[in-house]
Nanobody, 114 residues
Framework: QVQLVESGGGLVQPGGSLRLSCAASEKIFSTDGMAWYRQAPGKERELVARFSVFSINYADSVKGRFTISRDNASNKVYLQMNMLKPEDTAVYYC?????????WGKGTLVTVSS
């Protein structure tokens, strides 16, 4: 059972930046699918950015502003978020897929407001 713990959320002004981290409780492999999702109040959870084996994908709404990265050696995945907008306000979740198994973190709240 892989446990995922997100950190780095908080309150930031529009145009600001945050870096989210996701720490896995065990080794992550290059073949693990890893992603960040978010859920805004009253909305469904949506994909923000993900690694698959051969590519990285971003939601259209964050392209050019957010960057996903991973450090397998330290069992961490990151989400660098720049030029934040109020509509980026949401709980951000880390996700890992290994074979047929999927794991979620409990989320970290990002609030973009002046």
């Amino acid at each position: 059972q892989v446990q995922l713990v997100e950190s780095g959320g908080g309150l930031v002004q529009p145009g600001g930046s945050l870096r989210l981290s996701c720490a896995a409780s065990e080794k992550i492999f290059s073949t693990d699918g890893m992603a960040w999702y978010r859920q805004a109040p009253g909305k469904e959870r949506e994909l923000v950015a993900r690694f698959s084996v051969f590519s990285i994908n971003y939601a259209d709404s964050v392209k050019g502003r957010f960057t996903i990265s991973r450090d397998n050696a330290s069992n961490k995945v990151y989400l660098q978020m720049n030029m934040l907008k109020p509509e980026d306000t949401a709980v951000y979740y880390c996700y890992l897929r290994r074979g047929v198994m999927t794991y979620w973190g409990k989320g970290t709240l990002v609030t973009v407001s002046s």
